[in-house]
């Protein structure tokens, strides 16, 4: 008995338009046209979705655990780049 | 200044993150043991999903309404999509799904005890969405909040379209204890058959649960096993006395001191002897997985071939 | 036509409608946990629901027409198979992988054309349903065209299969092109479909598919009739045996 051989895919949807296709899992299927096939029927049953992306598992890079510090670490001292870091005097209450 | 760190340090870190509440994703460093109860837990999970779909889908065709037929094909169907959703979190685990499937087929991995037994009536139907799902559901809320990031965000997903599950089954019961005689009967004959099965869902005794310790502190487990089932216990009393059913625990009694009720003891003979083969649908069920997946092997072969034939094809035009 | 005869009619006509989705769907819903692997169990799962939900509408309308107090669960539970009126190919047994995927694709390619068709019914009700249904209808058909040509153009095995499911299925569909008295009237009314006029463009649809999928066009030396006149093969029976039993074990009751 052969057990199932098929590619897995990642899983993205727009649940509305004005979103961002966010991830919601991932899949089995023969090929891209199967994948957003079998995406729509086992991840949209309630209507979460207006849109679809499936990708192929193996073609995503990810950044690497070990990449972290160098990759991350660096932004941490840079608060400048964020509104909260500026104090507005009190007459100006919004900017 | 050292640039690897060594098992102990990068233990220290992830304790560390985990108690500081933050996930565990995929690509960071765990614990061997860690990944190895994590992909026991959530494939043990995902074989109960999948396993579960046999019972009701003994009363599918029977369904006595339409409208009952509809909700347990898309119940059901859910169940085969929380297997799905839980086989893709131990996939990031790096350990494939065939292998999963192989472990449960050779008897290595397990499946939630309680679908060894048989749906026989209607009314088995509405006490296993009420109760076992029931029970399920007080775990899995539990567990949205496991340390492993996967397996936490599917069960969210579950957590959100399973609440549907309880209600339905409940809706079948209510029907049925507002019926006629047969129907009361039939409804409180399902109470008495699932209620103690679906306490044992919960697991063994704090005192003597082989993984409980480990699982809170890595909190792959958030609660323990017998806080959990007080949880379903207590939240189960009204619904029964709603139904105007007897309630199955003679000793079921609301202690004000605990603020809990008290119960009686389940009968771990039992549940020891259906985990262990004894069950009426022990065999009945991995058959079932098994010739569905052996009928489905020229299936998923012809897929391949077709995939290849393409991909030939392609090459030549290109 | 009186206006009476027309509304009895459409009541037939809605029934037999109902019948053909409620038949196939509980075959369809034989599969869930039985597909070949979970994604398509759950896929196969979401067709065998929006036939159950076509059988829903149909039955409801027809409770509408009937108007003498039976309910749409009355019409599926309580009629026999000498009063089920769907057509024979929906009732066969599941069969294999392959058989089911022909079945769907035979069926889905009717079902398209047909939709399409009383989409313009001048009946508001059954134009909304098949509305609706046309759209299900795509999707299925969209699923059942890559199945066919999946396992026809597989392994040899597959082949095999793909080509004896469509050589057992073929004489039951000559049956959907062959409008019976009724059926005419309704689409003389503007009300029914005239199947007959389909039966050019499923063929060619099908053709195309089959030839995609390298499976031989069976050779027309056999039909079988009689669906919509309450002539069923043995299958029918066991089918409803099993859908009816709760149902009618307890008379009058509620779920």
């Known amino acids: 008995m052969t057990q199932e051989r098929l590619e897995l895919f990642e899983v993205f949807i727009r649940s509305k338009r004005g979103l961002d296709h966010k ?37 995503i890079c990810a950044s690497q655990e070990e990449d972290s510090e160098s990759f991350f670490d660096p932004a941490d001292d840079k608060p400048y780049r964020l509104a909260g870091y500026y104090k507005l005097p009190d007459p100006v209450d919004n900017m | 200044m050292k640039t690897t760190l060594d098992e102990q340090e990068l233990e220290q870190i992830f304790q560390q993150r ?18 190895k109860n994590l992909l026991r837990q959530i494939s ?71 679908f060894n037994y048989p749906t026989q009536t209607w009314g088995d139907v509405g006490a296993i969405g009420w109760l076992v799902d029931g029970a399920a559901i007080v775990n899995q809320v539990s567990l949205q909040r496991t340390s492993y990031g996967p397996y936490a965000r599917g069960m969210i997903r579950i957590c959100k379209e399973e609440s549907f599950h309880q209600r339905q089954g409940y809706e079948i019961m209510i029907a049925l204890a507002q019926g006629s005689e047969a129907q009361k009967q039939m409804a409180q004959d399902s109470l008495n058959r699932f209620y103690w099965p679906s306490l044992m869902m919960f697991g063994p005794h704090d005192s003597e649960s082989a993984h409980s310790a480990r699982s809170m502190k890595w909190k792959i487990k958030r609660e323990t096993n017998d806080d959990l089932r007080q949880k379903f216990i207590d939240q189960t009393v009204p619904q029964i006395m709603f139904l105007g059913l007897e309630h199955p625990d003679k000793e079921i009694r609301w202690n004000e001191q605990r603020q809990h009720y008290d119960h009686g003891e389940i009968d771990w003979d039992e549940f020891n002897a259906v985990i262990n083969g004894n069950g009426h649908c022990n ?23 077709y995939k290849e034939k393409q991909r030939k094809r392609e090459v030549q035009v290109a | 036509m009186s206006d009476e005869d027309l509304k009895q009619a459409t009541l037939d006509y809605t029934l037999r409608l109902g019948d053909d989705a409620l038949v196939l769907g509980q075959r369809i819903s034989e599969w869930v946990s ?25 039955y409801g309308y027809a409770a509408e027409l009937a108007a003498d107090g039976r309910s749409e669960d009355d019409f599926a539970y309580l009629r026999s198979e000498r009063e089920f009126r769907n057509y024979l190919i929906n009732e066969l047994p599941r069969g294999d992988f392959a058989y089911s995927q ?22 508001a009700t059954l134009a909304a349903i ?58 003389k009314a503007g009300i029914g479909v005239d199947t007959a006029a389909l039966k050019s463009q499923w063929q060619q649809a099908v053709a195309a598919t089959l ?32 859908l009816q039993s709760i149902y009618r074990s307890y008379p009058g009751c509620r779920w």
Request: glycine share 8%.
């Open chain 3, 102 to 123: 022909v079945r769907q694709l035979l069926v889905d390619q009717f079902n398209t054309a047909f939709l399409d068709r009383l989409v313009e019914s001048r009946d």
């Open chain 2, 44 to 114: 043990q999970h995902a074989h109960s999903e999948v396993i579960g779909m046999q019972p009701e889908r003994n009363f599918l065709t029977r369904a006595p309404s339409l409208r009952r037929k509809a909700v347990l094909l898309s119940k059901i169907q859910d169940e085969g999509g929380h297997g799905l959703y839980l086989y893709s979190a131990a996939e990031t685990l790096g350990t494939p799904r065939s292998e999963l499937i192989e472990a449960l087929q050779s008897g290595a991995a397990k499946y939630a005890s309680i």
């Open chain 3, 130 to 187: 098949a509305a609706k249904g046309i759209k299900e209808t795509r999707y299925h058909l969209r699923r059942s065209r890559e199945w066919v040509l999946r396992l026809g153009d597989g392994t040899a095995e597959s082949r095999r299969r793909a080509q004896k499911g469509l050589d057992d299925l073929w004489g039951y569909t000559h049956e959907l092109f062959e409008p019976d008295a009724l059926e005419q009237r309704l689409a």
């Open chain 3, 34 to 58: 039985n597909g070949p692997f979970l994604e398509e169990d759950i896929a196969y799962g979401n067709v065998a629901l929006d036939y159950i939900g076509r059988a829903r509408m149909y």
């Open chain 1, 23 to 59: 991830h919601v899992g991932s899949l089995h299927a023969q090929d891209h046209e199967q994948a957003l096939e079998y995406a729509r029927d086992c991840y949209t049953r309630r209507s979460e979705g207006v849109s679809i992306w499936v990708v192929k598992s193996s073609d």
């Open chain 2, 283 to 305: 065999r009945q069920r991995m058959e079932h997985h098994l010739r569905a997946h052996e009928e489905g092997t020229w299936v998923r072969d012809a897929m391949t071939a």
């Open chain 2, 18 to 35: 985990i108690d500081n509440e933050q996930k565990i994703e995929p690509k960071d460093w765990m614990p061997e043991a860690y990944r």
């Open chain 3, 211 to 242: 030839g995609e999928a390298t499976l031989n066009l069976p050779q027309e030396d056999w039909a079988v009739r009689g669906g919509r006149t309450g002539y069923h093969t043995e299958y029918l029976g066991h089918l409803l045996g099993e």
